[in-house]
């Protein structure tokens, strides 16, 4: 099945640092979704962005919606342990609710 | 995971067996849809529905059956389990199939073990 280039697969981060996330694909996609996931739970959408161009923030977090519509990266400031999981990038097939979704990004952060 | 309720939690199954995952919301969202979470992989869209009447195939449709004979309840069936159907299942809706800005809401996933 079809799914997104997600990079990179995981990151080990301190308390404090930045982190910055991506995804491409090689389809156009109407609408660009960030997820996070917690152990045991299903994933819950942190920024929606559904225009190119688009540039939208979420307390630390920022995201952003490739201009060629085929990207997204997502960045979060001062990592906090909390922050800790799995983020997903899913793209919105136009004219569906169908969501093609990257293979994840796994956040440790240390204190 | 506002309004979308999946049972069970928690299933161990024998190969060959079927049952059958359920899936609700409250919410009167028009468009439902199943998807499954691999290890190491993002989430593959099973089946999904557009309202009441009305499913159809995702990326990974074979051994699944659903229907859709309400507008709250969109239930997975597994016929004849097998090994490779080990997996977590996210049902999802949202308010109307392809508007842009919908949210999109997972529930809180059923974990599936085949014997």
């Known amino acids: 099945g079809q799914q997104l280039n997600q990079s990179p697969q995981s990151m080990f981060i301190q308390e404090g640092e930045d982190v910055s996330m991506n995804c491409t694909s090689s389809s156009i996609f109407n609408t660009w979704l960030w997820y996070k996931q917690d152990p045991g739970e299903g994933p819950v959408l942190l920024i929606a962005?559904?225009?190119?161009?688009e540039l939208t923030s979420n307390g630390r977090l920022t995201a952003q919606f490739g201009i060629t519509r085929k990207d997204s990266f997502l960045n979060i400031s001062a990592s906090i342990p909390s922050d800790v999981g799995i983020y997903f990038c899913a793209g919105q097939l136009p004219g569906t609710d169908k969501l093609i979704f990257g293979t994840g990004t796994r956040l440790q952060v240390f204190p | 995971n506002a309004g979308v309720t999946q049972t069970p939690k928690f299933q161990v199954l024998k190969t060959g067996q079927s049952m059958t995952l359920q899936c609700a919301q409250d919410?009167?969202?028009?468009?439902m849809s199943w998807y499954r979470q691999d290890p190491g992989m993002g989430l593959r869209l099973i089946h999904y529905?557009?309202?009441?009447?009305?499913?159809d195939q995702g990326e990974v449709p074979n051994g699944y059956n659903v229907s859709r004979s309400t507008t709250e309840d969109f239930p997975l069936r597994l016929l004849s389990a097998a090994p490779s159907q080990t997996s977590v299942y996210f049902c999802?809706?949202?308010?109307?199939?392809?508007?842009?800005?919908?949210?999109?809401?997972f529930g809180e996933g059923s974990w599936l073990t085949v014997v």
């Open positions: 962005l559904y225009k190119a161009g």
């Open positions: 999802a809706s949202s308010t109307q199939a392809g508007r842009i800005g919908n949210t999109i809401y």
């Open positions: 529905s557009v309202g009441a009447g009305i499913t």
């Open positions: 919410m009167n969202h028009e468009y």
